[in-house]
């Protein structure tokens, strides 16, 4: 047996907690805030449930293979998530991958030969998704792991010609092929999912209509659930116990530093931010090549999100009148948004807005004839001097600001909606970084864009630190993060501790 301290209790913190539980060592996840689950979370607020994060995950295969491994997948309401589309030239919720290139065929009659180029090379991109039927190989081990990477393997010389052709292309320079710059088309093929994120990635997008879910009764009930079934496997959580060093002997990790009290282990598992865990928290810096630091220190992290949470007083079968499904994704970006411009204080009035319903999925989420509604959008990094740089006033006029432009935009697809408001407040990337500790924010670890990438490979799952005993258990240690990354990371963490 061994004595195992994990740091944060997002889902590859809960999953690499239960995995080595359930083998009988010693574990112990330490967690700053006072609930489990990170971004894979939610609250109440007046009533009103709302998602802390992570609204959906794809990759169901091996998120369903790893609860029934851990022994939980009975009871968690896992439900399929559904989509809908609208702009001016369409509107629709595509049920597969054939439903959205009909649907935006349908909307620009006159660009039929440059949507058949465009589409001609994103089939061949999609298909490379068929291998997300099956789970990924890091949930096994052994000969079982070498015979569900067979469909990997034969599939390599496609994939690696498909990596030299669009591998390091950006969605903005794949869009570019086909599509004046700035012109409608451009930026619905460059704008879906993260800015400039890579081409291989970006429009790869027959999972998004067949492998989206969530959970019906919320994503906390998922940590919760997780929690409760780590301790009873005889695991130890501590909740508002921030992690403040993580320290060492002779180059290797050996223990953990909380509230003035010193935990010794065998092994830590940092299920965090990888920036923090090595420039931040290690307590010898020294162990860390300064090459390596400096790589860290300049790596870019995903974008953050603005989020406004609303409670509506209107039902969710008038709310449904207007969004149709749960979650909507307007595609109206105004003239001049610029994600790059950090300095625009019109940001939010010309940014696409999305809309997520939690009580359309669930009408608990909202007190009885009421509902609840979620407002998006990726934002700058370090907006207006990072939201006016520890000035809580100003911080407090930009936080209302952003979030007056977004209801605005959002009350054209429904009408009267400030009418309805019973409750409002909003999230920046400064209140994601302070719960998550997520460097700058940052809603997928590392950043999306080809031209700025961590890691060389960016399907590679890198637990592995400098430090003897010391692995990164969370989505940061893919490039794409994401919940298939953190549940990824957990599994390799648990094989790595015999």
Same mark, same amino acid.
């Given at each position: ?37 990170? @971004? ?5 607020? =007046? ?11 794809? *990759? ?32 629709? *919720? ?6 959205? /290139? ?37 949930? @096994? ?18 994939? $690696? ?63 919760? #659930? ?11 959580? /501590? ?74 007083? #209107? ?7 207007? $969004? /149709? ?55 700058? @990094? ?16 930009? =936080? ?5 432009? $977004? #209801? ?12 309805? #408001? ?72 648990? /094989?790595?501790?015999?």
């Amino acid at each position: 047996m061994k004595n195992v301290i994990i740091i944060g209790s997002g889902i590859g913190g809960l999953i690499a907690g239960n995995l080595l539980a359930k083998k009988g060592h010693k574990v112990t996840i330490f967690e700053a805030h006072s609930m489990p689950g990170g @971004y894979t979370a939610g609250f109440y607020r =007046k009533g009103y449930y709302f998602e802390s994060g992570t609204l959906s995950f794809e *990759a169901s295969a091996s998120v369903f293979k790893a609860m029934k491994d851990i022994g939980v997948f009975e009871k968690i309401d896992f439900v399929r998530q559904r989509m809908r589309f609208v702009s001016e030239e369409f509107d629709g *919720a595509p049920e597969n991958y054939d439903d959205y /290139k009909e649907m935006i065929f349908s909307g620009f009659p006159s660009d039929q030969k440059k949507l058949d180029a465009v589409f001609s090379d994103l089939d061949e991109i999609a298909g490379l998704m068929g291998n997300m039927d099956e789970p990924m190989p890091n949930l @096994y081990s052994g000969l079982k792991m070498l015979t569900s990477m067979l469909p990997y393997i034969l599939s390599g010389p496609k994939h $690696m010609k498909l990596a030299r052709l669009y591998g390091d292309m950006t969605s903005s320079e794949f869009a570019a092929r086909y599509f004046e710059k700035d012109s409608k088309l451009f930026k619905l093929f460059s704008g879906f999912g993260y800015p400039d994120m890579t081409a291989m990635f970006g429009n790869g997008l027959s999972a998004m209509f067949t492998d989206y879910w969530t959970v019906k009764s919320g994503m906390q009930s998922w940590a919760d #659930i997780l929690a409760e079934n780590f301790r009873k496997l005889g695991g130890d959580l /501590k909740l508002n116990s921030y992690v403040d060093k993580i320290i060492t002997k002779n180059g290797a990790a050996v223990g953990v530093s909380c509230n003035n009290t010193v935990y010794d282990a065998d092994y830590v598992i940092s299920a965090g931010d990888y920036k923090k865990t090595l420039l931040k928290l290690l307590d010898d810096k020294s162990l860390i090549p300064h090459a390596l630091r400096d790589n860290i220190d300049r790596a870019a992290v995903s974008e953050a999100f603005f989020t406004v949470y609303l409670g509506l007083n #209107i039902s969710n079968e008038e709310l449904g009148k207007y $969004m /149709k499904v749960p979650h909507v994704f307007p595609l109206d970006y105004k003239p001049g948004c610029d994600i790059y411009n950090s300095e625009d204080g019109e940001f939010f009035s010309k940014t696409s807005v999305s809309l997520y319903s939690p009580s359309m999925v669930n009408p608990k989420h909202a007190p009885a004839g009421k509902s609840s509604l979620m407002l998006q959008t990726i934002v700058p @990094y370090h907006w207006m001097n990072n939201w006016g740089s520890g000035d809580k006033e100003l911080y407090k006029q930009l =936080k209302g600001k952003a979030m007056d432009a $977004m #209801i605005d935009s959002t009350s054209s697809l429904i009408p009267g909606l400030k009418e309805y #408001i019973e409750y409002k407040d909003a999230a920046t990337p400064l209140t994601y970084e302070r719960f998550t500790h997520n460097t700058d924010g940052a809603s997928s670890a590392w950043s999306w864009n080809p031209k700025k990438k961590f890691y060389n490979n960016p399907m590679s799952v890198n637990i592995e630190t400098p430090v003897k005993n010391l692995y990164i258990g969370s989505c940061w240690a893919m490039q794409i993060g994401g919940v298939p990354g953190a549940l990824a990371a957990a599994y390799e963490c648990a /094989k790595k501790i015999k």
